[in-house]
């Protein structure tokens, strides 16, 4: 009980580690200087199909196509960040020394992971969904268009960024920092790529593509909540009028677009799988010698 009173105190600890990096920081000025540039490309780009004519479905359809290929870089950013805050969560305070002291104390391993991930997740939601919600601001306020869902959206991507996260910090707990954020961030990409080729096989008829993507999609679920970012970014009646032609099925071979959101069976799924990571997490890192 002493230890999990400790758990605010490691939350705290964390974000203050977080919050003092440099890097963290020069990553929220360059976002801010992206949404500003990207806010006057969506205006440029408005203002010049409306004098061409262009009708306000098509341009709905352009600009939210743009906006999720933004929501496409910015996931594997932020993908990144969390892989490039989590790898030495553990890792390197064990190569420091610093955890022998921490663990001198009535803190037990239990307590001293739940703390790291709690308080990185924090830091990688927020900045997710603060930076995601300004990037659709910008965007709304330059063409006057805005997702059906932007909550959803921008939920997507920080829950993207938590899955990459938590495995982070399970290989952490066993490998040095350097290795477990690049293993994340290529499983990360490997996930994307198997659920680019799902689509492919989905389109082509290809039945095992579809199963093997659909296994990738619950063994490690980034694509999926990326589908879901993708769903809640795209007009409500650009799906309607695709779901109704069914000869518009060789879209599920494009990465960038989504005929469904996910089931609440899924995100429950999600949430599971990530509690089950951190548990490992405990439990590898209970195994460990110092």
């Known amino acids: 009980m002493s230890g999990l009173r400790l758990l605010p105190a490691m939350v705290r600890l964390t974000l203050f580690e977080a919050l003092r990096r440099r890097t963290l920081w020069a990553l929220v000025g360059l976002t801010v200087v992206i949404v500003v540039l990207t806010g006057l490309g969506f205006e440029y780009l408005v203002t010049q199909a409306r004098g061409h004519g262009t009708r306000e479905l098509q341009l709905q359809v352009g600009v939210s196509q743009v906006l999720i290929l933004c929501a496409f870089m910015f996931g594997f950013i932020l993908a990144a960040t969390a892989a490039f805050l989590a790898a030495p969560a553990i890792a390197g305070d064990i190569e420091s020394g610093v955890l022998l002291a921490m663990l001198a104390r009535p803190l037990g391993r239990g307590t001293f992971v739940v703390g790291r991930w709690l308080g990185l997740a924090i830091v990688v939601g927020i900045y997710g969904a603060v930076a995601g919600l300004l990037e659709i601001g910008a965007m709304k306020l330059a063409s006057g268009y805005g997702p059906p869902d932007p909550a959803g959206a921008v939920g997507g991507l920080a829950a993207q960024a938590v899955v990459v996260l938590s495995v982070t910090l399970l290989l952490s707990s066993r490998l040095p920092a350097i290795a477990s954020g690049a293993i994340a961030v290529v499983l990360f990409g490997l996930a994307w790529g198997v659920g ?35 769903f809640a970014l795209e007009p409500s009646a650009v799906i309607a009028a695709i779901s109704a032609d069914r000869s518009a099925e060789i879209l599920q071979a494009n990465p960038f677009f989504a005929a469904t959101g996910p089931s609440p069976a899924y995100l429950a799924w999600c949430v599971a799988w990530v509690a089950g990571v951190v548990g490992l997490t405990v439990l590898s890192f209970a195994r460990r010698e110092l």
């Open 196 to 230: 680019v080729l799902g689509g492919v096989g989905a389109a082509l008829g290809v039945g095992s593509l579809e199963t093997v993507s659909s296994l990738a999609r619950i063994v490690f679920p980034s694509d999926g909540l990326w589908r879901a970012t993708i």
